[in-house]
């Protein structure tokens, strides 16, 4: 290993540990303890002093870790003072000072001093704290669900970006593991109060047995020396740890997440001037009345009297301060130029709707709407493979109560109305018994159906229907509207994020395939041909591999989507055909895929058909015949054509028959079995 590259602050941290386990083992001079003990006193308090003034309680993530370290150093120093003043009766001018001093030089003073302290930090700090930190380990771990429910609604109404819901969620996961340690941690501190009072008791017997017995002192002066050393040895471990007791409590009591401890304190403590005042005229009353000192009574008086003045006066000035900012901002933003380039944003995607439908939107009013939302964005990806951009859901007052409408890129597509506290019920066709209900129309395959109320639809059930909650309504429209456009959504950003993921794994065909082959652009194209017609590219593998292999030939979009698609014939047939089962379907009359063939016009911006009008129209009757003898049989219509001929076919359809399924012979799987049932002719 490179000792350069070895960072100064893993030296000081290991040394600091590793002098905590040479402490248990190695007895050390009273110098060098007093040093020691020294920096432990000076570590609590710079302790303290960060947790007192953190902003966040999460900018002192490792305190957990902290508390281990520090209380393990402790300890170590109790057992080398403990050694020294067994050994040689001498634990250093630390030690020696705090049994004097602090304890008065007097056993007596001095046990009582560090029994309060140890009852101080057991009863009082350590308790709390350690109920604190429970209480707030649990209800942060019973908070997350709900947290990471508002982040995936935010973000699908567009509040956030996908990075800052990430950081949101990345920070939920520190605040469980943060408070998740704290619960533990604080029986570090608890742990180590009660090994220090066991220390000091055994210090106690030991050194006045050592001074009798190998001293050769009275017992009574034993007692008092090896006491005092005793009780300074105590308090010399038990202030620093009751000052690390403090910060814990503090930290895991601290309610504002985001602020100066110290200003948000002070300002709610002094800040309503009302309560000085009374406070003021109480503490001057009892000076007056009673015979407790007047002087100094009346003087505390005073003081909040003519605080809580000052603070009536600063909370004044700044009253008339935000007024005027308002006022300022408000003149401002009239004065300023509209700013248009927020007007040139258009949302991919918009669900609007009339007040009526809110409650299915607000959550607080029970509504799942906006989780359907996050439902359909996985769904869609799972089956096509593909993000769909952020679902915009707003309000719009000049919307009929009932009614919502869906934009694509800003225009209007379609439209649907639902009855807020009804069902809709549909005939799957064979029901033959009706139920009352208000007629209307299924908004996203315009199939008949029924308006009903809550108290029918167990009946409804019962006889067949199918009945479906407005809110799945909503989404299933949504749904298949997102499907049919999914294609114009694919943005060359999209395909920038997706082709980044699969360099992740596969370098090297990313490297060979863009940008020395294929363009970002035209990968874009390729992959909007096969989502137009409901091909997933989730294997985004297998495309980028065929792309590859066919893009040094040809770069026309159109031929290479072909490629791709008879590449993927495994799950094209899966989409469509079952395995070892009869499929009907139609063809094409050879001589109608002889004319389409001959009728191809090759051109710099690509292929087009020069087919006759009269002729396409005759096709496209003849198809809407075949079509029309399947769908009565309850098949659905599949066109299966030679592959040099799909690609003009279907796109001759598009605008006669809508999402009209057309493979070639090559995206067919072996074990499929084909009935042509009728053939288009001409």
Not at 184 to 202: E, Q, R
Not at 309 to 327: C, D, H, L, N, P
Request: some cysteine; aromatic content about 6%.
């Amino acid at each position: 290993m490179d000792l350069s590259s070895i960072k100064k602050a893993d030296i000081g941290v290991a040394a600091y540990l590793l002098a905590a386990i040479v402490f248990f083992i190695i007895p050390i001079p009273s110098i060098l303890l007093d040093i020691m003990l020294a920096l432990n006193i000076s570590m609590a308090l710079i302790v303290l002093m960060d947790v007192l003034f953190v902003q966040e309680v999460l900018d002192l993530s490792n305190f957990p870790t902290l508390l281990l370290f520090t209380t393990i150093f402790r300890i170590s120093l109790n057992v080398s003072s403990t050694r020294l003043i067994l050994t040689t009766g001498d634990p250093g001018n630390v030690v020696e000072t705090f049994g004097q001093f602090v304890g008065g030089g007097d056993l007596v003073i001095g046990a009582i001093v560090f029994i309060v302290l140890i009852i101080i930090q057991f009863m009082v700090i350590n308790k709390g704290s350690e109920r604190v930190a429970e209480v707030s380990a649990r209800f942060t771990l019973d908070a997350m669900p709900g947290k990471q429910m508002a982040i995936d609604a935010d973000l699908n109404t567009g509040a956030i970006t996908d990075m800052e819901a990430r950081e949101r969620r990345e920070k939920i996961q520190r605040e469980s593991s943060f408070f998740g340690s704290m619960d533990g941690a604080t029986k570090y501190v608890k742990g180590d109060a009660t090994a220090g009072l066991i220390i000091t008791v055994i210090n106690l017997v030991g050194g006045s047995i050592m001074g009798v017995m190998r001293g050769g002192m009275e017992f009574a002066d034993a007692i008092q020396q090896y006491g005092i050393l005793t009780i300074g040895d105590g308090l010399v471990s038990q202030i620093p740890s009751l000052l690390i007791s403090l910060s814990t409590g503090i930290l895991v009591t601290k309610g504002s997440k985001e602020a100066d401890f110290g200003d948000v304190m002070v300002k709610e403590l002094f800040g309503i001037p009302k309560v000085l005042y009374i406070v003021g005229a109480v503490m001057i009353f009892l000076g007056l009345v009673t015979p407790l000192n007047p002087v100094l009574f009346g003087a505390f008086g005073g003081a909040f009297l003519i605080t809580g003045r000052s603070m009536a006066k600063t909370i004044g000035e700044e009253s008339i301060e935000e007024e005027v900012a308002a006022e300022e901002s408000e003149a401002e933003e009239i004065r300023r130029p509209e700013n248009v380039v927020s007007l040139l944003q258009v949302d991919p995607i918009e669900l609007e709707f009339g007040y009526g439908i809110i409650p299915l939107a607000d959550v607080n009013q029970g509504g799942d709407l906006l989780d359907r939302v996050v439902m359909i964005r996985r769904q869609i990806a799972l089956e096509l493979g593909t993000v769909v951009p952020i679902i915009r859901l707003r309000d719009n007052i000049q919307l009929n109560p009932n009614q919502y409408i869906i934009k694509i890129k800003g225009i209007q597509v379609t439209e649907g109305e639902i009855l807020f506290d009804h069902y809709m019920a549909m005939n799957p066709g064979y029901v033959e018994e009706e139920i009352t209900g208000i007629p209307t129309f299924e908004p996203s395959f315009h199939l008949p159906a029924i308006w009903i109320t809550d108290s029918q639809r167990e009946r409804a059930e019962s006889l067949g229907y199918t009945v479906v909650d407005p809110p799945s309504i909503i989404a299933t429209h949504l749904t298949e509207v997102i499907r049919s456009h999914i294609s114009e959504l694919l943005t060359r950003q999209d395909v920038q994020n997706l082709v980044n993921n699969l360099k992740e794994t596969n370098p090297a065909l990313v490297d060979e395939l863009t940008p020395k082959l294929l363009g970002l652009g035209e990968i874009q194209k390729v992959l909007q041909n096969l989502l137009r017609e409901g091909i997933s590219i989730r294997d985004l593998l297998s495309i980028f591999e065929i792309l590859a292999d066919h893009a040094a030939v040809t770069r026309d979009t159109d031929v290479l989507t072909e490629y791709v698609r008879q590449g993927l014939k495994r799950s094209i047939s899966s989409k469509y055909f079952v395995p070892n089962e009869v499929t009907s379907c139609i063809t094409l009359d050879p001589k109608v895929e002889q004319d389409i063939m001959g009728s191809i016009k090759q051109t710099e911006q690509g292929a087009y058909l020069t087919l006759d009008p009269e002729r396409i129209r005759a096709i496209m009757a003849s198809l809407q015949e075949q079509i029309a003898k399947l769908e009565e049989l309850g098949k659905m219509p599949i066109v299966v054509t030679s592959p040099i001929v799909r690609m003009y076919f279907k796109k001759m359809t598009e605008d006669y028959v809508k999402d009209l399924i057309v493979v070639s012979y090559n995206e067919v799987d072996s074990d499929v079995e084909l009935q042509s049932v009728g053939m288009v002719t001409g």
